[in-house]
């Protein structure tokens, strides 16, 4: 039996993405750490994994408290957590996509961000970097927004085999993306220097282990990967 965190519907199986992770043999045998592809879509409310696994670690660490009375910068927002974060009653919050699907979503480029130095309080960019080309301008612009002492959530898929990210000019197609960046429109598979990279562009990076903070959580029973980590960068 399986169960949504979200919903808190039971029910025999979640959805996959595409066909599991048999559509993904390169993506497997790199260990990529990301979403559980073969449980991924909630059949009743439609949420994903890494929607379920946020809400799971937000509710652990009670980072629903940065949300009350304060500036937030949210890219590609995931419905049920923005709808989360409404109900925090946060004086600002910034819904940001380069394609927006709404109207309360501004069209913003997350390389040039049309935001004042050290505004917002705090920052969700989950899944998003594998998308941008210039990776590290975007971090720094994530960093540049972000006000001293406070924290994002920097969220993206990641093989812990690779030492180096990978990205070959020759991928040049939606067929080729989706073999060995896991999806059409990524750009690269990240490897380890995903965190030097945080670092680099000036991010305190803390690793909230699933294993140490979620081990009452039985991932199968509610399908997320338990090797996701929460990944957030502190601006010092």
Same mark, same amino acid.
């Given at each position: 039996?399986?169960?949504?965190?979200?919903? %808190?519907?039971?029910?025999?199986?979640?959805?996959?993405?595409?066909?599991?992770?048999? &559509?993904?043999?390169?993506?497997?045998?790199?260990?990529?750490?990301?979403?559980?592809?073969?449980?991924?879509?909630?059949?009743?409310?439609?949420?994903?994994?890494? *929607?379920?696994?946020?809400?799971?670690?937000?509710? %652990?660490?009670?980072?629903?408290?940065?949300?009350?009375?304060?500036?937030?910068?949210?890219?590609?927002?995931?419905?049920?957590? @923005?709808?989360?974060?409404?109900?925090?009653?946060?004086? *600002?919050?910034?819904?940001?996509?380069?394609?927006?699907? &709404? &109207?309360?979503?501004?069209?913003?480029?997350?390389?040039?961000?049309?935001?004042?130095?050290?505004?917002?309080?705090?920052?969700?960019?989950?899944?998003?970097? *594998?998308?941008?080309?210039?990776?590290?301008?975007?971090?720094?612009?994530?960093?540049?927004? @972000?006000?001293?002492? +406070?924290?994002?959530? @920097?969220?993206?898929?990641?093989?812990?085999? @690779?030492?180096?990210?990978?990205?070959?000019?020759?991928?040049?197609?939606?067929?080729?993306?989706? %073999?060995?960046?896991?999806?059409?429109? +990524?750009?690269?598979?990240?490897?380890?220097?995903?965190?030097? %990279?945080?670092?680099?562009?000036?991010?305190?990076?803390?690793?909230?282990? +699933?294993?140490?903070?979620?081990?009452?959580?039985?991932?199968?029973?509610?399908?997320?990967? &338990?090797?996701?980590?929460?990944?957030?960068?502190?601006?010092?």
């Amino acid at each position: 039996m399986k169960r949504c965190y979200i919903c %808190k519907q039971t029910f025999d199986h979640f959805y996959p993405f595409r066909d599991g992770w048999k &559509s993904f043999p390169f993506i497997r045998e790199l260990k990529v750490i990301g979403s559980d592809v073969d449980n991924f879509h909630c059949p009743h409310c439609g949420c994903h994994d890494r *929607e379920r696994h946020l809400f799971m670690y937000f509710d %652990k660490l009670d980072i629903w408290n940065n949300f009350h009375n304060t500036r937030i910068l949210h890219f590609a927002p995931e419905n049920f957590l @923005l709808r989360a974060i409404e109900k925090r009653i946060p004086d *600002e919050y910034v819904k940001a996509d380069l394609n927006p699907q &709404s &109207s309360d979503t501004q069209k913003i480029d997350v390389t040039s961000i049309p935001f004042p130095d050290e505004y917002f309080d705090f920052i969700i960019c989950n899944h998003v970097l *594998e998308h941008v080309s210039d990776d590290i301008q975007a971090l720094r612009e994530l960093y540049r927004v @972000l006000k001293k002492g +406070h924290s994002g959530i @920097l969220q993206t898929p990641y093989s812990p085999v @690779l030492s180096q990210s990978f990205r070959d000019s020759k991928i040049d197609t939606d067929e080729l993306r989706l %073999k060995y960046y896991g999806q059409e429109d +990524h750009v690269r598979l990240y490897g380890e220097d995903l965190f030097s %990279k945080m670092k680099e562009a000036g991010f305190i990076v803390t690793r909230y282990k +699933h294993k140490e903070i979620l081990d009452h959580i039985d991932c199968d029973t509610y399908g997320i990967n &338990s090797e996701e980590d929460l990944i957030l960068g502190t601006k010092p």
